[in-house]
């Protein structure tokens, strides 16, 4: 493979990874709903977002133990530690 191949390759995949860590945030920030409708009186499934959380926290500790820390993968996780441990949490409150 030629070095325009390569810096082709490299472009294609920062953009997948920005679109891929975009997705990322969105699918946490849909946890806001679960935690209203916890709040609500309509409690959710306490057992898919405490998995999310412990998820998303191995792919921080994963993205900052690198020895150069892979901020997409630190950037796209660390809201599903904070939404999943909130909706988690409030699954037991109502």
Not at 17 to 39: K, R
């Amino acid at each position: 493979m030629d070095n325009k191949e390569v810096m082709k390759r490299w472009r294609e995949a920062k953009v997948i990874g920005n679109i891929a860590t975009i997705a990322c945030l969105i699918m946490y920030a849909s946890y806001i709903d679960q935690i209203v409708l916890n709040f609500t009186g309509h409690p959710v499934s306490p057992l898919q977002p405490i998995c999310a959380a412990i998820n998303a926290s191995l792919w921080v500790a994963y993205g900052w133990l690198k020895p150069d820390k892979d901020w997409p993968v630190i950037i796209a996780n660390f809201p599903g530690i904070i939404f999943g441990a909130v909706t988690f949490v409030t699954a037991f409150i109502h």
